[in-house]
Nanobody, 129 residues
């Protein structure tokens, strides 16, 4: 069982930055690849980024490449999402999720929300224009 708790959301002006954190419970954090997803009002939950178990590999949706950076600290059971140059279209509830993997890699299905085993409760990010 893994419990995830996101924090760091808030209200920011366009062009600003936020750093989201997701802390995991349990002693097996390094057994999980991690993902960030987001859900805007009235829309489906969309993939944002993924990171491998060790943090050595990352993968991003095209719309955030060059602006968002995902990282993790396995000693702290924490994964981060640094978001720069924020745009109003980034407004959403952001969720972190854990995906159990035997291999230290980005799985080909990492962008599929149904593949993930555990989810956090989400944190709201609002970007004003």
């Amino acid at each position: 069982q893994v419990q995830l708790r996101e924090s760091g959301g808030g209200l920011v002006q366009a062009g600003g930055s936020l750093r989201l954190s997701c802390v995991a419970s349990g002693r097996t954090f390094s057994s999980y690849a991690m993902g960030w997803f987001r859900q805007a009002p009235g829309k489906e939950r969309d993939f944002v980024s993924a990171i491998s178990r060790s943090g050595g590999s990352t993968y991003y949706v095209d719309s955030v490449k060059g602006r968002f950076t995902m990282s993790r600290d396995n000693a702290k059971n924490t994964v981060y999402l640094q978001m720069n140059s924020l745009k109003p279209e980034d407004t959403a509830v952001y969720y972190c999720a854990a995906l159990f993997l035997l291999q230290d890699r980005i799985a080909p299905y990492s962008s599929d929300s149904s593949a993930y085993n555990y989810w956090g409760q989400g944190t709201q990010v609002t970007v004003s224009s």
